[in-house]
C-alpha cells in the first residue's frame, strides 16, 4: 500500500471524499537498567489510515502490515453508516510553512553512540550519589508522513527525533527517593552535561529530608511541577471540541479575563525542531502559533477541521492524530511565556511554603472543572526563605483556575519539560497540603 | 509458520532466541457530547524477535514479516552490544500447544448496528437524566490471534480477545462540572455489557448529586474501601511492588521485601493468578511462553512471593510464575500483573462501619498511580461516616499513602470478594494491558486523603 494516490483513486468511486494518511517510522532505543545496558531495540512500523465521507457520513479504518487495499476501504466503509456527521471540506492546499523537524544527523547516529551518551550520563549522576540505580533511554527516530485527500490537498514531511530520558531511584530502608529528568528533540543532543546537572541539583536538595504540617501554603511550582500538575486540566480546557460540548470550565470565558495578568500562554507548532511542530496537523491544515492566553485573557480554543465547522470556526491546524485513531483537537508545544522574577528570589520571599518539583496522581482529580490533587513525588520545604530538605507522604490539592487567577511571581527562565511544554517557575498562593500527622 | 519459525530458530547463533507473530482486529466506538463521534476499524498484523547474548537483550519489530530472517540477524547483533556477562536462561521441556479458547457472545463479530443500538440507549438515559450536560462512551473490542516459538522448542498458538466499556456522565451546574462512571470489560463476551441500564441511570444521578457535595476537608481517616478501589489499591500500592524487574537489581529494596517478612495483619492474603477462566487477565502461557499460574504474594500477611519473567526468576534464585507479557508485538514481554486480588475475610461491611466514629467510605475506581512506596488512587465515589454511619455524599476523593504502613493499617477484612474487570494497567509505555482485580470491602485506618 505505497501508493497513496491509488488507494485515493480505489476509495473515490466508493465515497464523496476520501483522506489517505501514511506514516513510516523507524525508532531506535538503548535502554540500561539498574545502571548497566540492558535491551536494544529497533522498531518499524507502517499504518495507513484511510477517512471517507459517505452520504455525509464518516466512516474510518486504519491497517498497519496490511497489504491489500480491499480489506481497509471495506472496513471505513462498513463503519461510515454509523460514523459522526462530516461537516467538514478536506483542504485543497499543498503548501505549507517551512517548519524544520528534521536533522540529518539523527540517522546517522549509531546504537554504539546512543549506548555511549548513557552510560556518561550515568557516570556522571553517579559520581554524585554512588548508590543510586539509574534507568536511562535514549531513543531516536525518524518518521516519513503522506497525507493526500480527494480536495487535492496534499502535506508530506519527514521527521526526526532523538531523546534521552533518567529515572533514578535511591532506596535506603523503606524510603524511596525518585529523581528524574529528560531531555527531546528533534535534534541531536550531545549535552549530558545539562542533564546530569539537573538531577544532581535534585539529588543535592533532597539529601536532607524535612516535613510539613497539614495546612494551606503557598507552593513554588518548577517547570516540571507546572507540567505535572497545572497543565493537565488547562490542556484539557482549551480544546475547541471541549468548549464546544460545554464540558471546558473556559467554554464561556472567551475574551474574558481568568488567569492572573502576568500570564500568557501559547500553542505553537511552528517552532524549529521541537518534538509538537509539524508543517501541518494530521489533516493538512498549515500550523500555526495561536495565543491562547494573553495577559490572563483567555484568547483562543484549538480546532480540528470537525469540531471548527461544528462550532462555526476556522480549523487552527490542531487536528492530532494519537495512534490508530482519528484526529482530534490537541496542543502542539504549549509554551507559557517568562516572567520577571528569580527562582532563588521566590524562595527568599517564602516564610513557610513548598517547592513542587512533580505531583504523581494529580491529573486523577475533576479535570473538567481544573481540580488537581497528587502525591509530591519530589518536593521541598522552604522555611524563613530557605530550601530545608524534601517532603514525602504530602498530598496537595487545588484548582488550577483559583490558583492561576493571582500569583505571585512568574520565573524568567522557563525550559522545556519533556520536549513538548516550555515553562517557567510559577509561584502561587496557598494551596491545600496534607500530609501524614 | 511452525515450519518457517522453526527452521529459522534453528539458524541462530544466540543463548536464546523467540520470535512473536500477532494478527489483531479492533472496534473502537465512541460517544461524546451526546452524539457517536467516533467508529474505527483497525487492522494491524506483525511481529518481533528478541535475542539473549551473554545477559543482554536485543529486539526488533516490524510489521513487514517477510524480513524476519534480517531482523532474527539484527535482534543479535543488538543483544551482543549489549551483553557483557555470563548469563543463559535454563532450557525447559519444549512445549507445543494450539489454545483454542471459544468466546461466548463474541463481540468481535457482532455487527456494528447491534453495539449502535445499545450504546444509543445508555446514551439516551444519560442525556435524559436531569442536570447531565454531556456523556461519554468509550468501547473497544479486540479480536487477537498470538503465535509464539523460541529456540528451545516452544510453538504455542492463542487468542486473546479482550473488551471495555467505559460510560460517563458529565453534569453541570451551580457553577461546577461533575463527573460520575462505570468501567466493565470480559474477555469478548458482549453479554457482559448488555442490560446496564439501571446501573446507568445509576451514575447519571449520582453525577448530578455531586454538583452539590460538600468536599471532604484533607487529613487522615479512617477509611473503608469497597471492593473496586480495594482492589485498585491491592494492584496499585502492593502488586507493583511485587513485580521482580522492580526488585531483582535493587538491593535495598530487596531487603524490604524479602520473603518472609510480614506486612499485614494474619487475615491478609493477596493474590495474583492468571488461571481462572474467563477473567480479562487470564492465559494459558504468558509472552515468553511459560505457563500461566496462581501466586501468593502475601499470605495470612507474609511476604511469600513475587511475580516473574524467566530472566527476573533465574536471577533472584526464585520460580518462575509465567508473568512477562508484552501488550502487542511492538513491545517485548515484561513483568506483569494478571488479576490481583485480596481473598475474602471474615468481617461484614455492616460491623466494619459501625465501630467508625469520624471516617470516609470510598468506593469505585477513578485512577491510580504509583512510584513503588508511595501510591494515589482516586474514588468516583465518597461517603462520610459519622458515629457508624453513612451521613452524605462527599466530591471525590484522592487517597495517598505509603504502602508499607498502609497495609499494616488495614485492620478489617470483609467477606464479600468481587472481581472488577473494567480498566486496564500501564507500564514502561505499554497500556492499557488487560487485567482485573477485586477485592472484598477493607477498612484502613489512618489514610490520608487530599482535599481543599
Same mark, same amino acid.
Given at each position: 500500500?505505497?501508493?497513496?494516490?491509488?488507494?485515493?483513486?480505489?476509495?473515490?468511486?466508493?465515497?464523496?471524499?476520501?483522506?489517505?494518511?501514511?506514516?513510516?517510522?523507524?525508532?531506535?532505543?538503548?535502554?540500561?537498567?539498574?545502571?548497566?545496558?540492558?535491551?536494544?531495540?529497533?522498531?518499524?512500523?507502517?499504518?495507513?489510515?484511510?477517512?471517507?465521507?459517505?452520504?455525509?457520513?464518516?466512516?474510518?479504518?486504519?491497517?498497519?502490515? #496490511?497489504?491489500? *487495499?480491499?480489506?481497509? *476501504?471495506?472496513?471505513?466503509?462498513?463503519?461510515?453508516?454509523?460514523?459522526?456527521?462530516?461537516?467538514?471540506?478536506?483542504?485543497?492546499?499543498?503548501?505549507?510553512?517551512?517548519?524544520?523537524?528534521?536533522?540529518?544527523?539523527?540517522?546517522?547516529?549509531?546504537?554504539?553512540?546512543?549506548?555511549?551518551?548513557?552510560?556518561?550520563?550515568?557516570?556522571?549522576?553517579?559520581?554524585?550519589?554512588?548508590?543510586?540505580?539509574?534507568?536511562?533511554?535514549?531513543?531516536?527516530?525518524?518518521?516519513?508522513?503522506?497525507?493526500?485527500?480527494?480536495?487535492?490537498?496534499?502535506?508530506?514531511?519527514?521527521?526526526?527525533?532523538?531523546?534521552?530520558?533518567?529515572?533514578?531511584?535511591?532506596?535506603?530502608?523503606?524510603?524511596?527517593?525518585?529523581?528524574?529528568?529528560?531531555?527531546?528533540?528533534?535534534?541531536?543532543?550531545?549535552? *549530558?552535561?545539562?542533564?546530569?546537572?539537573?538531577?544532581?541539583?535534585?539529588?543535592?536538595?533532597?539529601?536532607?529530608?524535612?516535613?510539613?504540617?497539614?495546612?494551606?501554603?503557598?507552593?513554588?511550582?518548577?517547570?516540571?511541577?507546572?507540567?505535572?500538575?497545572?497543565?493537565?486540566?488547562?490542556?484539557?480546557?482549551?480544546?475547541?471540541?471541549?468548549?464546544?460540548?460545554?464540558?471546558?470550565w473556559?467554554?464561556?470565558?472567551?475574551?474574558?479575563?481568568?488567569?492572573?495578568?502576568?500570564?500568557?500562554?501559547?500553542?505553537?507548532?511552528?517552532?524549529?525542531?521541537?518534538?509538537?511542530?509539524?508543517?501541518?496537523?494530521?489533516?493538512?491544515?498549515?500550523?500555526?502559533?495561536?495565543?491562547?492566553?494573553?495577559?490572563?485573557?483567555?484568547?483562543?480554543?484549538?480546532?480540528?477541521?470537525?469540531?471548527?465547522? #461544528?462550532?462555526?470556526?476556522?480549523?487552527?491546524?490542531?487536528?492530532?492524530?494519537?495512534?490508530?485513531?482519528?484526529?482530534?483537537?490537541?496542543?502542539?508545544?504549549?509554551?507559557?511565556?517568562?516572567?520577571?522574577?528569580?527562582?532563588?528570589?521566590?524562595?527568599?520571599?517564602?516564610?513557610?511554603?513548598?517547592?513542587?518539583?512533580?505531583?504523581?496522581?494529580?491529573?486523577?482529580?475533576n479535570?473538567l472543572n481544573?481540580?488537581?490533587?497528587?502525591?509530591?513525588?519530589?518536593?521541598?520545604?522552604?522555611?524563613?526563605?530557605?530550601?530545608?530538605?524534601?517532603?514525602?507522604?504530602?498530598?496537595?490539592?487545588?484548582?488550577?483556575?483559583?490558583?492561576?487567577?493571582?500569583?505571585?511571581?512568574?520565573?524568567?527562565?522557563?525550559?522545556?519539560?519533556?520536549?513538548?511544554?516550555?515553562?517557567?517557575?510559577?509561584?502561587?498562593?496557598?494551596?491545600?497540603?496534607?500530609?501524614?500527622? | 509458520?511452525?515450519?518457517?519459525?522453526?527452521?529459522?530458530?534453528?539458524?541462530?547463533?544466540?543463548?536464546?532466541?523467540?520470535?512473536?507473530?500477532?494478527?489483531?482486529?479492533?472496534?473502537?466506538?465512541?460517544?461524546?457530547?451526546?452524539?457517536?463521534?467516533?467508529?474505527?476499524?483497525?487492522?494491524?498484523?506483525?511481529? &518481533?524477535?528478541?535475542?539473549?547474548?551473554?545477559?543482554?537483550?536485543?529486539?526488533?519489530?516490524?510489521?513487514?514479516?517477510?524480513?524476519?530472517?534480517?531482523?532474527?540477524?539484527?535482534?543479535?547483533?543488538?543483544?551482543?552490544?549489549?551483553?557483557?556477562?555470563?548469563?543463559?536462561?535454563?532450557?525447559?521441556?519444549?512445549?507445543?500447544?494450539?489454545?483454542?479458547?471459544?468466546?461466548? &457472545?463474541?463481540?468481535?463479530?457482532?455487527?456494528?448496528?447491534?453495539?449502535?443500538?445499545?450504546?444509543?440507549?445508555? &446514551?439516551?438515559?444519560?442525556?435524559?437524566?436531569p442536570q447531565i450536560q454531556?456523556?461519554?462512551?468509550?468501547?473497544?473490542?479486540?479480536?487477537?490471534?498470538?503465535?509464539?516459538?523460541?529456540? &528451545?522448542?516452544?510453538?504455542?498458538?492463542?487468542?486473546?480477545?479482550?473488551?471495555?466499556?467505559?460510560?460517563?456522565?458529565i453534569a453541570r451546574g451551580n457553577g461546577e462540572i461533575q463527573?460520575?462512571?462505570?468501567?466493565?470489560?470480559?474477555?469478548?463476551?458482549?453479554?457482559? /455489557?448488555?442490560?446496564?441500564? %439501571?446501573?446507568?441511570?445509576?451514575?447519571?444521578?449520582?453525577a448530578a448529586a455531586l454538583l452539590y457535595a460538600p468536599e471532604?476537608?484533607?487529613?487522615?481517616?479512617?477509611?473503608?474501601?469497597?471492593?473496586?478501589?480495594?482492589?485498585?489499591?491491592?494492584?496499585?500500592?502492593?502488586?507493583?511492588?511485587?513485580?521482580?524487574?522492580?526488585?531483582?537489581?535493587?538491593?535495598?529494596?530487596?531487603?524490604?521485601?524479602?520473603?518472609?517478612?510480614?506486612?499485614?495483619?494474619?487475615?491478609?492474603?493477596?493474590?495474583?493468578?492468571?488461571? /481462572?477462566?474467563?477473567?480479562?487477565?487470564?492465559?494459558?502461557? %504468558?509472552?515468553?511462553?511459560?505457563?500461566?499460574?496462581?501466586?501468593?504474594?502475601?499470605?495470612?500477611?507474609?511476604?511469600?512471593?513475587?511475580?516473574?519473567?524467566?530472566?527476573?526468576?533465574?536471577?533472584?534464585?526464585?520460580?518462575?510464575?509465567?508473568?512477562?507479557?508484552?501488550?502487542?508485538?511492538?513491545?517485548?514481554?515484561?513483568?506483569?500483573?494478571?488479576?490481583?486480588?485480596?481473598?475474602?475475610?471474615?468481617?461484614?461491611?455492616?460491623?466494619?462501619?459501625?465501630?467508625?466514629?469520624?471516617?470516609?467510605?470510598?468506593? %469505585?475506581?477513578?485512577?491510580?498511580?504509583?512510584?513503588?512506596?508511595?501510591?494515589?488512587?482516586?474514588?468516583?465515589?465518597?461517603?462520610?461516616?459519622?458515629?457508624?454511619?453513612?451521613?452524605?455524599l462527599?466530591r471525590?476523593?484522592?487517597?495517598?499513602?505509603?504502602?508499607?504502613?498502609?497495609?499494616?493499617?488495614?485492620?478489617?477484612?470483609?467477606?464479600?470478594?468481587?472481581?472488577?474487570?473494567?480498566?486496564?494497567?500501564?507500564?514502561?509505555?505499554?497500556?492499557?494491558?488487560?487485567?482485573?482485580?477485586?477485592?472484598?470491602?477493607?477498612? /484502613?485506618?489512618?489514610?490520608? /486523603?487530599?482535599?481543599?
Amino acid at each position: 500500500m505505497d501508493d497513496l494516490l491509488r488507494i485515493l483513486d480505489f476509495v473515490q468511486k466508493r465515497a464523496e471524499q476520501a483522506e489517505v494518511f501514511k506514516v513510516s517510522s523507524q525508532t531506535v532505543l538503548v535502554h540500561f537498567e539498574a545502571n548497566r545496558l540492558k535491551q536494544t531495540q529497533s522498531r518499524e512500523s507502517t499504518s495507513v489510515a484511510l477517512r471517507i465521507s459517505k452520504k455525509g457520513k464518516v466512516g474510518f479504518a486504519v491497517g498497519s502490515g #496490511l497489504n491489500d *487495499v480491499d480489506t481497509l *476501504v471495506a472496513m471505513a466503509v462498513e463503519t461510515a453508516p454509523f460514523g459522526p456527521s462530516a461537516n467538514f471540506e478536506f483542504p485543497s492546499l499543498n503548501d505549507y510553512p517551512d517548519v524544520a523537524v528534521f536533522d540529518t544527523e539523527v540517522p546517522k547516529i549509531t546504537m554504539e553512540q546512543m549506548a555511549e551518551l548513557g552510560s556518561q550520563l550515568i557516570t556522571k549522576v553517579k559520581e554524585h550519589t554512588p548508590e543510586l540505580l539509574c534507568d536511562v533511554e535514549v531513543t531516536k527516530g525518524v518518521s516519513s508522513v503522506h497525507l493526500v485527500n480527494s480536495r487535492g490537498g496534499e502535506a508530506r514531511w519527514d521527521r526526526s527525533f532523538f531523546a534521552i530520558n533518567l529515572e533514578g531511584v535511591l532506596t535506603k530502608g523503606t524510603d524511596m527517593l525518585f529523581v528524574g529528568d529528560s531531555e527531546g528533540s528533534c535534534r541531536f543532543l550531545t549535552a *549530558v552535561d545539562i542533564l546530569a546537572t539537573r538531577l544532581i541539583k535534585q539529588l543535592e536538595l533532597a539529601k536532607r529530608k524535612a516535613a510539613v504540617s497539614t495546612k494551606q501554603l503557598p507552593i513554588i511550582f518548577t517547570p516540571r511541577g507546572v507540567a505535572s500538575a497545572l497543565l493537565p486540566p488547562l490542556v484539557f480546557a482549551f480544546s475547541g471540541k471541549a468548549a464546544l460540548e460545554g464540558t471546558s470550565w473556559l467554554k464561556d470565558k472567551l475574551g474574558e479575563r481568568v488567569f492572573d495578568t502576568r500570564l500568557t500562554i501559547w500553542d505553537d507548532a511552528t517552532l524549529p525542531y521541537c518534538l509538537g511542530s509539524c508543517p501541518c496537523d494530521g489533516e493538512a491544515v498549515p500550523s500555526q502559533r495561536i495565543p491562547l492566553v494573553t495577559k490572563g485573557e483567555v484568547t483562543n480554543f484549538l480546532y480540528d477541521l470537525q469540531t471548527a465547522a #461544528l462550532a462555526g470556526k476556522k480549523s487552527t491546524g490542531s487536528g492530532r492524530r494519537l495512534g490508530d485513531r482519528p484526529p482530534v483537537p490537541n496542543t502542539s508545544s504549549v509554551v507559557i511565556d517568562e516572567g520577571k522574577e528569580r527562582f532563588e528570589d521566590m524562595v527568599k520571599d517564602m516564610k513557610e511554603g513548598l517547592i513542587v518539583e512533580r505531583l504523581i496522581g494529580a491529573e486523577q482529580g475533576n479535570l473538567l472543572n481544573g481540580d488537581f490533587s497528587g502525591n509530591v513525588l519530589l518536593g521541598y520545604e522552604v522555611a524563613n526563605g530557605n530550601i530545608v530538605g524534601r517532603v514525602k507522604d504530602t498530598m496537595v490539592s487545588g484548582n488550577v483556575y483559583q490558583v492561576l487567577k493571582e500569583i505571585i511571581g512568574v520565573g524568567n527562565e522557563a525550559r522545556w519539560v519533556d520536549g513538548v511544554f516550555l515553562v517557567p517557575h510559577l509561584y502561587c498562593p496557598l494551596l491545600s497540603v496534607a500530609t501524614k500527622t | 509458520m511452525r515450519e518457517r519459525f522453526a527452521g529459522i530458530l534453528s539458524r541462530c547463533n544466540a543463548d536464546y532466541v523467540e520470535i512473536r507473530f500477532e494478527q489483531n482486529q479492533t472496534t473502537q466506538i465512541s460517544y461524546r457530547g451526546g452524539k457517536l463521534e467516533e467508529v474505527g476499524r483497525t487492522y494491524s498484523s506483525g511481529g &518481533n524477535v528478541r535475542a539473549l547474548v551473554k545477559g543482554g537483550w536485543g529486539f526488533v519489530c516490524s510489521n513487514s514479516v517477510d524480513k524476519l530472517s534480517s531482523y532474527v540477524d539484527l535482534a543479535i547483533k543488538q543483544a551482543k552490544l549489549t551483553s557483557g556477562e555470563e548469563f543463559a536462561l535454563p532450557t525447559t521441556e519444549p512445549v507445543v500447544d494450539m489454545v483454542e479458547a471459544p468466546v461466548n &457472545n463474541d463481540a468481535a463479530s457482532m455487527p456494528l448496528v447491534k453495539k449502535k443500538e445499545l450504546f444509543d440507549e445508555y &446514551n439516551d438515559i444519560m442525556l435524559t437524566s436531569p442536570q447531565i450536560q454531556d456523556s461519554r462512551i468509550s468501547y473497544r473490542d479486540v479480536k487477537r490471534k498470538v503465535i509464539f516459538a523460541n529456540s &528451545n522448542g516452544n510453538y504455542v498458538e492463542q487468542n486473546k480477545p479482550d473488551l471495555t466499556l467505559r460510560l460517563t456522565a458529565i453534569a453541570r451546574g451551580n457553577g461546577e462540572i461533575q463527573q460520575a462512571g462505570l468501567s466493565l470489560g470480559s474477555v469478548g463476551d458482549f453479554s457482559v /455489557i448488555e442490560n446496564l441500564h %439501571d446501573q446507568v441511570r445509576e451514575i447519571a444521578k449520582r453525577a448530578a448529586a455531586l454538583l452539590y457535595a460538600p468536599e471532604v476537608k484533607g487529613g487522615e481517616y479512617a477509611v473503608i474501601l469497597d471492593p473496586v478501589l480495594a482492589g485498585v489499591f491491592a494492584h496499585e500500592a502492593f502488586g507493583h511492588l511485587s513485580e521482580a524487574d522492580f526488585v531483582y537489581q535493587n538491593e535495598p529494596l530487596k531487603q524490604v521485601m524479602v520473603l518472609g517478612k510480614r506486612f499485614g495483619s494474619k487475615n491478609l492474603n493477596i493474590v495474583d493468578d492468571a488461571t /481462572i477462566p474467563g477473567l480479562r487477565g487470564s492465559y494459558k502461557y %504468558d509472552d515468553e511462553g511459560m505457563p500461566a499460574s496462581k501466586t501468593y504474594l502475601i499470605h495470612e500477611g507474609v511476604l511469600v512471593g513475587r511475580l516473574h519473567s524467566r530472566e527476573t526468576a533465574l536471577r533472584m534464585g526464585e520460580k518462575p510464575t509465567g508473568n512477562a507479557r508484552a501488550i502487542n508485538y511492538l513491545f517485548p514481554p515484561i513483568v506483569r500483573m494478571t488479576n490481583t486480588f485480596i481473598e475474602s475475610g471474615g468481617a461484614s461491611f455492616e460491623e466494619m462501619l459501625g465501630e467508625i466514629k469520624e471516617g470516609v467510605y470510598v468506593r %469505585d475506581w477513578y485512577g491510580g498511580m504509583t512510584s513503588l512506596e508511595m501510591f494515589t488512587f482516586s474514588a468516583g465515589e465518597a461517603y462520610t461516616i459519622r458515629n457508624g454511619k453513612l451521613a452524605g455524599l462527599l466530591r471525590p476523593v484522592v487517597l495517598t499513602g505509603n504502602v508499607f504502613v498502609t497495609l499494616s493499617n488495614i485492620d478489617a477484612i470483609g467477606n464479600d470478594l468481587d472481581m472488577n474487570q473494567g480498566g486496564g494497567c500501564g507500564k514502561g509505555g505499554q497500556f492499557p494491558l488487560p487485567v482485573s482485580n477485586g477485592s472484598p470491602h477493607i477498612r /484502613i485506618r489512618h489514610c490520608v /486523603i487530599g482535599g481543599r
